[in-house]
């Protein structure tokens, strides 16, 4: 599976359209890494509970929507994206989303 955040591929031409896809995850902090987090925010820094949560929260979507590009029946995405937002006060929503397309090497 080809991933770009390019509308195309070089050295590829785009055959099909399949659709819109997208990878969609919901992540809870808890209370552990929240109280952890609040300890660290004292002090200043990067907080790495957060990071590794998003970064966990990312590869997750980006699976997800690959699955559901392989699903329409596409072998790349382009136009890749991602958008977050929080949800309630301690889960974050991560997106990754992208146009599935087939596409071929040009001779």
């Known amino acids: 599976m080809i991933i770009v955040t390019t509308p195309d591929i070089p050295h590829y031409r785009i055959k099909e359209v399949k659709g819109t896809v ?10 552990g890494k929240d109280i952890l987090a609040g300890l660290k925010g004292l002090v200043g820094g990067e907080v790495g509970q957060y990071t590794e949560m998003l970064e966990d929260a990312r590869k ?5 929507l690959i699955a559901n590009a392989e699903r329409l029946g596409a072998n790349a995405v382009v136009m890749v994206r991602f958008d977050s937002g929080e949800i309630a006060q301690n889960m974050s929503e991560i997106v990754a989303y992208g146009t599935a397309v087939v596409v071929e090497k040009d001779d």
């Open 60 to 64: 997750q979507a980006m699976e997800r």
């Open 22 to 31: 997208f990878g969609l995850t919901v992540r809870s902090r808890g209370l």
